[in-house]
Nanobody, 125 residues
Framework: QAQLVESGGGLVHPGGSLRLSCVASGSIFNINVMGWYRQAPGKERELVAR???????TVADSVKGRFTISRDNAKNMVFLEMNNLKPEDTADYYC???????????????????WGQGTLVTVSS
């Protein structure tokens, strides 16, 4: 009933920048939280940044001052501006949302978790 689609990944040199985008679609009542996770090879998936519909932001210490998260609630979109990229930022980046649907019994009160397919960010010379 809901899907997330990411875009914007690619290859960039250290110190460069990328902008990731994610759009949610479906019979959505509310998206309480949208954010980004990443997973490097051989490592656990970790939170990068997330933002509530009310504007509350959580950012991982490893990317503070370099990455900026933003949302366009009217378009059901979330963005991640990544600046001064480092090789250790190389990972698959996944869009994530906690949302409620329009349909179903008590649907508006039951949050579900939705994940995007991932987009690869490679930081290398």
């Amino acid at each position: 009933q809901a899907q997330l689609v990411e875009s914007g990944g690619g290859l960039v040199h250290p110190g460069g920048s990328l902008r990731l985008s994610c759009v949610a679609s479906g019979s959505i009542f509310n998206i309480n939280v949208m954010g980004w996770y990443r997973q490097a090879p051989g490592k656990e998936r970790e939170l990068v940044a997330r933002m509530t519909s009310g504007g509350r932001i959580t950012v991982a210490d490893s990317v503070k001052g370099r990455f900026t998260i933003s949302r366009d609630n009217a378009k059901n979109m979330v963005f991640l501006e990544m600046n001064n990229l480092k090789p250790e930022d190389t990972a698959d980046y996944y869009c994530h949302a906690a949302l409620t649907l329009l349909a179903g019994p008590d649907a508006q009160y039951n949050y579900i978790e939705v994940w995007g397919q991932g987009t690869l960010v490679t930081v290398s010379s």
